[in-house]
């Protein structure tokens, strides 16, 4: 074993022949100044007080290579804490262990041959760690302590040993236990050592489960403490050997000192780190419940209730607290409107008008009840006293449901991430089923486009609504190729054979285009007369009405729009098609739409309460619709029933062009109304 002593300078070296045989020299004390003493080299060891943390730690960083030595650290810090914490025993279940006993006793003995003086306690610990090296930090730290233990339990253990006993007095001689004592800095600082593994190991166990850095980035961080923990825990234990056995007497609290302060960093960093963790466990706990939920409101939860204790959002309607909470989302269809607070005012209005026409008749519609479909707002806001006002205020103005939380949402990154929700600012409406799974990603646009149409807003309901349009577009483009049309426009498509019609009504679109009211409501409203394409049109509906094969709904749909083109050519004043987009509102007769146009003034404000200038427009509509029928009298046909077969009672319509529905049998008279019962809209979509 190498020599050690002290010059007269008070610096400790260590004398090493030039053939080796000191293991205590490593490549890391190599690094402290040499001087050549004739064939033998003279080494300065530093006194590890004089260290500031940086120059240890580039010291002790150096001897760690890998972690791929296995240590059982549970099983291990359970006897080891057995010995030093008495009185609060672990109960552990050890069959199957087998400590490392060669490498717990080399190290036992390597501090026990250390000699007197801090430097010699650095040595000896930079060779643990270097002998270390292929271990994990927790454990170079666990088997220094275990290895003390082997000496400190025979200490205990021996003290204890009556003195009748032969063997153990025996060994108690051997061992000098006589000679011995543990002073309460060495149980002090045992007691704190313990301490500080618990937070070497709640880092070590954070490191392996695989956080992501970017997420967790404080455990990177305690990663500069944690060698100088090791590097204390390790020196101080140096030092308590010595003290233990009676070689040195090393105030320990100066160890104790630095440990503490190494180890004040380190849980510093662990209670951010726990935060970090907190938040990343919540999130992936929420992230699994929102995509395999139980149900919907088992869904909600996981974006919307906190876990902590913290103060749980409240549910309104309007102005009115909802008692039960997410409970009232139980077995509903829930359209999420998720947004900030800037610049939603088509949106809100959308939906209080969408909300309306849920609640109107037909109350089922496509297998779904209309009752079964609710509107919650989620919004998404750094929050300030004026943007709460500005929340309240929207809140009272709408008819649905609205999420009140003035602090951060708990599955706030589920509805950001591209994954969850994808919002990413602009409003967005996903709808989702009472089993809590997406039917929709994003609505919005497919409500705008086509309103309550488009219930119950899957996706293939779009699909549905295109091909039902379909063929009359490619109609009309193929008489009108140059018919411009574009998502957000009203465009009156029109026709007809009366010329004064024509003027009129060119001239009413003009005024109420250029209309203050449109405007202000962001409404652009074109035009487009078919003009000499019209025989060109109706050839191409005749062919669409000669169809009879009618595979889906959506055939039968197809069939009753061309039955009420049809109504319409008949009509002497003209006609004119709606339209938002591709989305054909309206197919209406010559009359009633020129009043409806002429008469703005008394239905304009309707515009900003509707959701959508389409939707105003056909509620007057049917007004005038409904005006013109009471004010036409019934055609009546008298029959000789002796003249006709039973067949012919079946085949009999309205002679006027602007009805053309099946006449109503009374007695041997036909008659019609010029309407349905069920709908005043006559021959019209």
């Not at 250390?114 to 927790?138: E, F, M, N």
């Not at 009472?434 to 309103?451: H, T, V």
């Not at 488009?454 to 018919?483: C, M």
């Not at 029933?641 to 099946?662: E, F, K, L, M, Q």
Request: with cysteine; proline share 4%; net charge neutral.
């Amino acid at each position: 074993m190498a020599m050690s002593n002290a010059d007269s300078s008070g610096t400790t070296t260590l004398i090493s022949s030039s053939q080796g045989g000191s293991t205590a020299i490593t490549s890391i004390q190599q690094q402290s100044a040499t001087t050549n003493m004739g064939g033998q080299q003279k080494i300065h060891l530093p006194n590890p007080f004089d260290l500031t943390d940086s120059q240890i730690l580039d010291r002790v960083y150096l001897t760690h290579v890998n972690d791929d030595e296995i240590c059982n650290t549970s099983i291990l810090f359970g006897l080891v804490s057995n010995l030093i914490l008495q009185g609060s025993y672990s109960t552990i279940s050890t069959v199957s262990f087998k400590p490392e006993f060669p490498t717990l006793k080399l190290v036992s003995c390597q501090m026990i041959g250390t000699k007197h003086g801090p430097q010699c306690v650095h040595q000896t610990a930079l060779w643990i760690l270097q002998h270390l090296r292929c271990y994990s930090w927790d454990a170079k730290a666990l088997i220094t302590l275990a290895a003390f233990s082997l000496e400190y339990g025979n200490f205990i253990l021996l003290s204890r040993t009556p003195t009748q006993d032969i063997v153990g007095s025996s060994l108690r001689q051997l061992n000098q236990i006589q000679e011995r004592k543990v002073s309460s800095e060495i149980t002090e600082l045992l007691s704190f050592i313990v301490k500080a593994f618990h937070h070497i190991k709640v880092w070590a166990t954070w490191s392996s489960e695989g956080y992501d850095p970017e997420e967790v980035p404080t455990l990177t961080e305690a990663l500069q403490e944690v060698p100088l923990v090791v590097y204390w825990t390790i020196a101080s234990i140096v030092a308590s050997t010595g003290n233990l056995l009676a070689f040195t007497e090393y105030s320990l609290s100066e160890f104790r000192e630095r440990l503490a302060a190494v180890v004040k960093k380190l849980a510093d960093h662990l209670e951010i780190c726990k935060l970090e963790i907190g938040y990343i466990d919540d999130y992936l706990s929420r992230r699994r419940i929102f995509e395999k939920p139980k149900d919907i409101v088992d869904l909600l939860k996981a974006l919307i209730l906190p876990n902590n204790g913290a103060q749980v959002p409240q549910i309104y309607q309007g102005s009115i607290q909802i008692k039960q909470g997410l409970e009232v989302f139980k077995e509903k269809h829930v359209l999420l409107f998720i947004s900030s607070l800037y610049s939603i005012g088509d949106e809100i209005m959308l939906l209080n008008c969408l909300h309306d026409r849920l609640q109107e008749s037909p109350k089922e519609w496509k297998g779904f009840k209309k009752e079964d479909f609710k509107i919650l707002w989620i919004p998404i806001v750094e929050w300030d006293e004026a943007k709460r006002e500005q929340f309240k205020t929207w809140k009272n103005s709408i008819k649905w449901y609205a999420v009140e939380c003035y602090s951060e949402l708990p599955g706030g990154r589920i509805i950001s991430e591209p994954e969850g929700l994808n919002y990413m600012g602009k409003p967005i409406l996903p709808v989702y089923n009472p089993q809590g799974y997406k039917a929709n990603e994003d609505a919005m646009g497919l409500i705008f486009q086509w309103g309550i149409d488009a219930f119950p807003f899957r996706k293939t309901d779009a699909a549905d609504l295109i091909l039902k349009w379909k063929w009359l577009w490619d109609i009309i483009r193929k008489v009108a190729p140059g018919l411009q049309v574009q998502g957000d426009r009203y465009l009156f498509i029109f026709g007809g054979s009366n010329k004064k019609w024509i003027q009129d009504f060119t001239l009413e679109v003009e005024k109420v285009k250029r209309h203050e009211s449109v405007k202000r409501a962001d409404v652009i409203i074109d035009k487009y007369e078919l003009g000499s394409s019209v025989p060109s049109f109706w050839i191409g509906i005749e062919r669409m009405r000669q169809n009879k094969k009618h595979q889906e709904a959506v055939d039968c749909e197809i069939q009753g729009i061309a039955k009420s083109l049809f109504c319409l050519k008949r009509d002497p004043e003209g006609w004119a098609i709606l339209t938002k987009g591709q989305n054909i509102k309206l197919l209406g007769h010559g009359e009633a739409m020129y009043r409806t146009l002429a008469e703005f003034q008394s239905w304009k404000d309707k515009v900003f309460e509707k959701e959508g200038f389409d939707i105003a427009f056909k509620e007057y509509y049917d007004v005038k619709v409904k005006e013109i029928a009471d004010r036409q009298p019934c055609s009546i046909v008298n029959v000789d029933s002796s003249n006709y077969g039973s067949s012919v009672i079946a085949t009999i319509t309205c002679p006027n062009p602007t009805c053309g529905r099946v006449m109503e049998v009374t007695s041997v008279n036909y008659k019609c109304c010029h309407r349905d019962n069920n709908d005043s809209n006559y021959c019209g979509y």
